[in-house]
């Protein structure tokens, strides 16, 4: 148990589906991360909110929604995927302030697939 | 492009054999470096971490690794492996103090 959950862990979409990924944390942090894990690449970080606010966006596709309601949530949003987006995303939190701990914990994941 | 790199994929070891695992970065200036294990089915764990001070760090279940600055490196050294330890090994690194970049990862097959 990291004090990071992810729900659900597991997901099947259709393409022209609408489903959302949550992830929560309990740890007093202000940074929220998503990551997506596929086969045989590193670790691509996709979003980064601290204190809500949202920080970085490397490239993701418009398909990808985040939302971060207060530091203690982060969601994915998913609209019309491909088959290719079918991975392990990550929820990943830190205490987000400069010259504190950058440590991330990390949830279970959501093992997507798009059918 | 600013990247870390993670030079073995797949390694494979019998029980008793010492291990080292390449890492290497490209971001210049003040970094923080870390080693994470993903055990089969489980999530990411932190194993190590380097802030700052002796650059030999010690982590959980008798793994280190060693920071050198003028090679931009940070290798995970374990003397004696066990069946346990097959797993997944990312190295990863913030330049900033928000954002963690992981290598590809090694994954490390120990035969008993």
């Known amino acids: 148990e990291t004090g990071v959950t992810q729900t659900p862990r597991h997901l099947v979409m259709g393409m022209t589906n609408k489903k959302s990924l949550k992830c929560e944390q309990h740890l007093g942090h202000n940074a929220m991360y998503w990551y997506k894990q596929s086969a045989k690449k590193p670790l691509e970080l996709m979003f980064v909110?601290?204190?809500?606010?949202?920080?970085e966006n490397n490239s993701v596709p418009s398909r990808f929604s985040p939302e971060c309601p207060n530091s203690s949530h982060l969601f994915l949003h998913l609209h019309t995927l491909q088959p290719e987006d079918s991975a392990l995303y990550l929820c990943?939190?830190?205490?987000?302030?400069?010259?504190?701990?950058?440590?991330?914990?990390f949830g279970q994941g959501t093992r997507l697939t798009v059918v | 492009a600013q990247s870390v790199s993670q030079h073995n994929h797949h390694v494979i070891l019998s029980e008793a054999a010492s291990l080292e695992l390449g890492c290497n970065y490209s971001y210049g200036g003040t970094v923080n470096l870390f080693w994470y294990v993903q055990y089969p089915g489980q999530h990411l764990q932190l194993l190590l971490k380097y802030f700052s001070g002796d650059p030999l760090v010690k982590g959980i279940k008798g793994f280190e690794a060693e920071f050198i600055k003028s090679k931009f490196s940070f290798n995970l050294r374990k003397p004696s492996v066990q069946w346990s330890d097959t797993a997944e090994y990312f190295c990863a690194v913030t330049p900033g103090f928000q954002k963690l970049v992981f290598g590809t990862g090694t994954r490390l097959l120990v035969s008993p």
């Open positions: 909110y601290n204190f809500k606010e949202q920080t």
């Open positions: 990943a939190s830190s205490i987000g302030q400069e010259g504190m701990n950058t440590e991330a914990f």
